[in-house]
């Protein structure tokens, strides 16, 4: 039987290389096993002997008492099935715990979403400067791109960053995505996003690439793929400049266009291939963030709301 920081780093490598997993994703589960583990080794435990269903519902009921929110105790059910069944194959545990672990669920929240004059606000206002003349530094035009296709897609922030200049295809105006799990799926966009890809990779990208810059199609300042700490930043920034608007990040415009496309008729289908989800639960939520909007016009404008 290895011991916790060998069982730990090979978790880390399946969740990297075998599952797929982003970097944020990694992250959060190495979070919660090491809070399991810290669990096991105060009830006495050096190795994995010890962890069975018992001090799983435990270990869950102690975050819970701890003040942890549905959503964290929701992940740390989800991260302890997903461990228990891969120290399973491995050997190193007898069975499966998790088999017999309640599902716990995280509480659904409505997400903050512009409503399509703000939108138009904020990405119209962004094409020029103070003096009102269309704006053609390298960084504008690309702040410009990076909301315009956000926007015209509900691409992750990730995903944003990790798309190479060939994986445009300005013909028949499709992003060639890839998303959770390294699963590949293609995103269509409009007119706009084209236009603000255009002048971005001709008069902006075009000053800042540098020896070694590769194939990304958003760069940083020094000629580097752009990294999505940049990227909030440019959303947070051009999302402030309109007054009125409420502050989010780029997975508020994912929201924003999901909400869109079924205030504008598409499918659910539709919207879940778009987003990548794997669940079309995941997507239904976009329909009660329209029913809501429905809701509050009705009772704006009824007489008898």
Not at 88 to 104: E, F, I, N, T
Not at 218 to 234: C, E, K, N, W
């Amino acid at each position: 039987m290895p011991d916790l920081v060998e069982v730990r780093a090979e978790f880390e490598r399946h969740l990297r290389l075998e599952r797929g997993l982003s970097p944020h994703t990694v992250r959060a589960y190495l979070g919660d096993v090491d809070a399991l583990f810290g669990y096991l080794v105060a009830s006495g435990a050096e190795d994995l002997t010890g962890l069975d269903i018992g001090l799983l519902r435990e270990w869950l009921a102690d975050q819970h008492r701890a003040g942890r929110s549905r959503a964290t105790l929701a992940r740390r059910t989800a991260c302890a099935r997903t461990f228990t069944a891969f120290a399973h194959r491995k050997g190193w545990l007898p069975g499966d715990p998790s088999l017999l672990l309640g599902s716990a669920k995280a509480g659904r929240t409505l997400p903050k979403v512009l409503a399509q004059d703000a939108a138009q606000a904020v990405l119209n206002g962004s094409v020029t400067t103070l003096n009102g003349s269309v704006t053609t530094e390298p960084k504008d035009l690309r702040d410009q791109a990076i909301m315009e296709v956000l926007y015209a897609t509900g691409i992750r922030v990730g995903e944003l960053c990790g798309l190479d200049v060939d994986d445009v295809d300005r013909d028949r105006r499709t992003l060639r995505v890839l998303g959770k799990g390294r699963k590949e799926r293609t995103v269509p966009f409009g007119l706009p996003a084209l236009h603000a890809l255009d002048k971005w990779c001709v008069q902006g990208r075009s000053r800042w690439i540098r020896e070694g810059t590769g194939p990304a199609l958003f760069l940083g300042a020094r000629g580097g793929r752009i990294d999505q700490g940049t990227v909030r930043r440019v959303v947070h920034a051009r999302l402030g400049e309109v007054e009125g608007i409420p502050d989010m990040g780029p997975h508020g415009l994912r929201h924003t266009a999901a909400t869109h496309l079924l205030e504008g008729g598409a499918d659910l289908r539709s919207v879940q291939e778009m987003l990548g989800h794997a669940s079309l639960n995941t997507t239904q939520i976009y329909t009660h963030v329209s029913t809501e909007r429905l809701r509050a016009a009705y009772r704006q404008a009824h007489p008898r709301a």
